[in-house]
């Protein structure tokens, strides 16, 4: 005769299906949050490459690729811009955190992809939670006739570097 499990087997059989259930759903939850964080904070990472660093030394732009006015080029954390007044160079770190702001040429100012803070062409604040400007930094036209931001050394924002008349 074969024995037949008796209810309080099923039971138990049923308690521990169920249990495995919820340690299934519970590390599944774990691992799609652990996802979810990385994926965030990679993303950040991207945004935020390089925060609190300065630009190491001069950054030298091109004679042959120089911006006409309302133009910006932008070299790792220096954007150099030039306006009626001539070349201008600023420091692309966000006074906030130190994020790097990029230029939105279809709404005519810089954007901080980390905290929204936003500037103007010259650099101003026109938003925050950054409650400073970009800093204005020195700019020099070497023997060549590049022009050489320094990011180490700022300047009053009003300074202007003029063009070569040729």
């Excluded at 521990?16 to 340690?23: A, D, E, N, S, T």
């Excluded at 150099?80 to 007044?85: A, C, E, H, M, T």
């Excluded at 990029?102 to 409650?131: Q, V």
Aim: with cysteine; hydrophobic share 40%; proline share 7%.
């Amino acid at each position: 005769m074969s024995k037949k499990g008796n209810i309080g087997d099923m039971e138990d059989a049923s308690r521990r299906g169920v249990l495995k259930g919820m340690w299934l759903v519970l590390w599944a939850g774990l691992v799609a949050a652990a996802s979810l964080g990385l994926g965030a904070v990679l993303r950040l990472a991207g945004a935020h490459s390089g925060v609190g660093e300065q630009a190491s030394g001069p950054v030298a732009f091109d004679p042959q690729s120089l911006p006409q006015p309302g133009q910006v080029r932008r070299e790792g954390r220096v954007a150099l811009n030039r306006d009626s007044g001539g070349f201008f160079a600023l420091n692309l770190s966000c006074p906030h955190l130190g994020c790097r702001p990029a230029w939105d040429a279809a709404e005519g100012r810089f954007l901080c992809p980390c905290h929204g803070s936003a500037f103007a062409y010259d650099g101003t604040l026109l938003k925050g939670p950054a409650n400073k400007n970009l800093a204005a930094i020195a700019l020099e036209r070497d023997s060549r006739g590049w022009l050489v931001a320094h990011p180490g050394r700022p300047v009053a924002p009003g300074l202007r570097l003029k063009p070569e008349v040729s």
